[in-house]
């Protein structure tokens, strides 16, 4: 380990390297992937799946590998590193394949965050922690000490910086306000900023498959935003709609394209409208239709997916 570096290294190097190894494949890696690699650096990225960013839709997940590989970032899927050895021109990297390159520095972002509660001295008022260092809280964000209370990451819920002003005002709300409230974290957006940015709100189509009751819908646009019409650069947008087939409730959205996490916001607003507002809403921002994904593309209409994963095709009226 004394050869690698985490993500808190990486933001205070004394120079920018010109060959970088990353290990990981979850948000920090594919971050710095993309920071260092618009610096001009040499990024070979490593995980442990066949795509990056485990637990969003695996079509976005494939959309991000193909924008990684477009802009010059070399991927090594189902690949782990098993040895780091120093040399005289930087560090040699060893596969678990046996493969060799050579870097000048190698990130590993696997480990995620730890709670920084240590030095906090909680044990000695009797503060409940779980087995990560995470301050035990219930609904309300109160500790088993009543006068105590804890909001954001250091109780390890969900670690979104928005979440943490929505956790801090339900109790100040509680507290201060005599409105009991509890945070609500259905539906919650969050954003990846690779290059370009993806960000999600609600159920992937996987997801939506798993939960559903019933049958669902789903609905993707790719197209070339304008500036890349400009600049030549063939780098699709991809947007994605999941909706109840019953009832037109929109279960969930995603965007792969530039700007993607202040649209994914205005999609949030409106989630809990029926899906054709929604389509309304992508249309006014940017201008394009949703059609039917290609994987369920049919001549005479579109498909709907059943939680069995059956498909009945499904006209247009």
């Known amino acids: 380990m004394e050869l690698s570096i985490t993500s808190d290294e990486a933001l205070s190097l004394d120079e920018l390297p010109k060959r970088a190894v990353i290990l990981g494949g979850g948000y920090i890696a594919v971050e710095f992937a993309s920071i260092w690699n618009g610096m001009g650096v040499s990024v070979d990225l490593f995980f442990r799946k066949e795509l990056p960013l485990r637990g969003f839709d695996d079509e976005m997940r494939a959309v991000v590998a193909r924008n990684l590989e477009a802009r010059g970032i070399n991927l090594h899927p189902r690949t782990n590193l098993s040895e780091l050895v120093r040399a005289d021109d930087g560090i040699k990297v060893i596969t678990d394949h046996g493969e060799e390159l050579m870097a000048d520095v190698v990130l590993f972002a696997t480990g995620g965050r730890a709670p920084n509660t240590k030095r906090l001295n909680l044990d000695v008022v009797g503060v409940e922690l779980d087995k990560m260092g995470a301050v035990k809280v219930d609904e309300y964000s109160r500790t088993n000490i009543p006068s105590i209370w804890a909001v954001g990451d250091v109780t390890n819920r969900m670690n979104l910086t928005p979440v943490a002003l929505m956790e801090g005002t339900c109790f100040a709300k509680t507290v201060f306000g005599g409105q009991p409230s509890k945070p609500d974290y259905r539906d919650v957006p969050c ?127």
Request: glycine share 8%; aromatic share 6%; proline share 6%.
């Open 191 to 317: 954003a990846v900023f690779c290059i370009p940015t993806l960000s999600v709100v609600g159920l992937s189509e996987e997801q939506a498959i798993d939960q559903a009751e019933g049958d669902i819908l789903v609905f993707t646009s790719s197209f070339n935003p304008m500036k890349n019409t400009i600049s030549g650069r063939q780098e699709k947008t991809v947007m994605k709609l999941v909706v109840d087939a019953e009832t037109d409730k929109v279960l969930g959205a995603s965007m792969c394209g530039p700007d993607a996490p202040e649209i994914m916001q205005k999609v949030d607003m409106g989630k809990n409208c029926m899906y054709p507002k929604v389509l309304l809403l992508y249309e006014t921002m940017i201008s394009i239709s949703m059609t039917q994904s290609g994987r369920y593309n049919d001549p005479n209409g579109i498909y709907v997916i059943d939680p069995n994963g059956a498909s009945i095709s499904v006209n247009w009226h």
